[in-house]
């Protein structure tokens, strides 16, 4: 079989659903460079920075791992904009939604809610802009790490002058993260971790 028999799903047999199923888990395997290739993109896109959109989420993945952040959190952090090419009015819900299934809740929760947070720096400036739109998540579990995640890393990274990683440098990161098994609880729900470990930033700091 290279293709299965039904034009309609409803007409579909046992094996033609073992078959796709076969072929899409293979698709998969894919999906890293799928991204890695996405995020190159995010240097066609419109910008008026003074760094690219590929910059900035290289620049925050790199402020991330020199501050000792984990794996989800760098991964998360250089993949937080990548919506914003495809899906410019929710890039931030975009981002959550693939991370989702490969990330712990914590850096899921502070990927999707980044975009009314950011708005602390530059709502006052823009007529019907809600500068202070992050407080209707005051109260959430990790609303203080969402506001870290937007100081340090986010609002921080547009700097031409900041020596930020190259893309290749966080290649096999993403590949390891989006290699794990999807939902796996013991990933999704794994404890929570800070966003900065000042032990491993300075062994950083010496490689």
Request: proline share 4%; charged share 30%; with cysteine.
């Amino acid at each position: 079989m290279d293709r299965v028999n039904f034009t309609q799903m409803k007409d579909g047999t046992k094996e033609d659903y073992e078959f796709l199923t076969a072929h899409e888990i293979d698709y998969t395997k894919g999906t890293a460079d799928r991204l890695l290739r996405a995020l190159e993109h995010l240097d066609e896109g419109l910008s008026g920075y003074q760094i690219t959109r590929l910059e900035h989420s290289t620049q925050s993945a790199t402020r991330a791992w020199r501050d000792g952040a984990d794996i989800d959190w760098v991964v998360s952090t250089l993949l937080h904009d990548i919506g914003d090419i495809f899906a410019p009015y929710n890039h931030d819900e975009y981002a959550a939604t693939i991370l989702k299934p490969f990330v712990r809740e914590q850096c899921r929760w502070c990927v999707e809610t980044h975009g009314d947070f950011q708005m602390l720096y530059y709502g006052q400036h823009l007529e019907g802009f809600d500068q202070n739109k992050r407080e209707r998540h005051r109260g959430a579990k990790y609303f203080e790490d969402c506001a870290e995640f937007c100081e340090r890393w986010d609002q921080a990274s547009f700097d031409p002058k900041y020596d930020t990683l190259p893309l290749a440098f966080f290649a096999p990161m993403v590949h390891e993260v989006f290699a794990r098994k999807p939902y796996d609880p013991n990933v999704t729900q794994a404890a929570d971790q800070p966003l900065t470990v000042p032990e491993i930033a300075a062994q950083r700091a010496k490689a």
